[in-house]
Nanobody, 124 residues
């Protein structure tokens, strides 16, 4: 089993920044692909970013490229999401997900392990 715990969410003013963390425990999660998804009120869950075990070739949803950065520290079993220039449309619950070999990189159904989520609220 793999356990994922997100942290770092909160209330931030528009234009501000936040760093989310996803701490993993259990199996050798350093070898897992890890992704961030988000779900805004009344909307479907959407893919944000994903990173492979080596940290190379991160993948982002096109609309967030340049503002969000995904990274990982395998020594700490932690994946991060740096979010800059936040706006009200970024308000959502952010989830991390992990899988040894995701069936789909950008679809939530591709991942077996999920955290409980962390709320990000951007005030305008």
């Amino acid at each position: 089993q793999v356990q994922l715990v997100e942290s770092g969410g909160g209330l931030v003013q528009a234009g501000g920044s936040l760093i989310l963390s996803c701490a993993a425990s259990g199996r050798t999660v350093s070898r897992y692909v890890t992704a961030w998804f988000r779900q805004a009120p009344g909307k479907e869950r959407e893919f944000v970013a994903a990173i492979n075990w080596s940290g190379s070739s991160p993948r982002y949803v096109d609309s967030l490229k340049g503002r969000f950065t995904i990274s990982r520290d395998n020594a700490k079993n932690t994946v991060y999401l740096q979010m800059n220039s936040l706006n009200a449309e970024d308000t959502a619950v952010y989830y991390c997900a992990a899988d040894e070999s995701p069936r789909s990189l950008i679809s939530g159904s591709g991942y077996d392990y999920w955290g409980q989520g962390t709320q990000v609220t951007v005030s305008s």
